[in-house]
């Protein structure tokens, strides 16, 4: 089955924020992980906590080729059923992988800007949303 515009941006994003954690000093765990609640697309980590990553991708820019942040907000995409969706597979994550209760986690949003034109994206990385 082919895959539709919107599933290859998304692939491309990801790749693009497991690069972006990786210089950062997160080791990637995991990526698309995925039960029929919910799914975590990248989960990674650094020593003092676990990060849970929603990746959120946009291919649109305006006509100067720069991205302009008051028209194209990916997170407005992260609407409250989508995070109840994430926290319940989160969840499940940590139970499954018998991850201990004490060890620290977040969710984390990575909002990338892609211009294909350019080739070059930029990533925003919003940490800890839900506190």
Request: with cysteine.
């Amino acid at each position: 089955m082919a895959k539709t515009e919107k599933r290859r941006i998304g692939d491309i994003g990801e790749d693009i924020v497991c690069k972006y954690l990786e210089n950062k000093g997160y080791f990637v765990r995991e990526r698309n992980y995925w039960k029929p609640w919910g799914e975590i697309d990248i989960v990674a980590e650094k020593p003092d906590f676990i990060s849970f990553v929603e990746v959120k991708s946009v291919s649109r820019s305006n006509r100067a080729g720069e991205f302009s942040r008051e028209t194209i907000r990916p997170e407005e995409n992260m609407h409250p059923a989508k995070l109840k969706r994430l926290h319940r597979a989160v969840q499940t994550y940590l139970i499954e992988k018998k991850i201990p209760e004490s060890r620290a986690w977040q969710i984390d949003l990575a909002c990338v800007f892609l211009d294909f034109s350019t080739k070059r994206a930029r990533v925003e990385l919003l940490e800890n949303i839900i506190a």
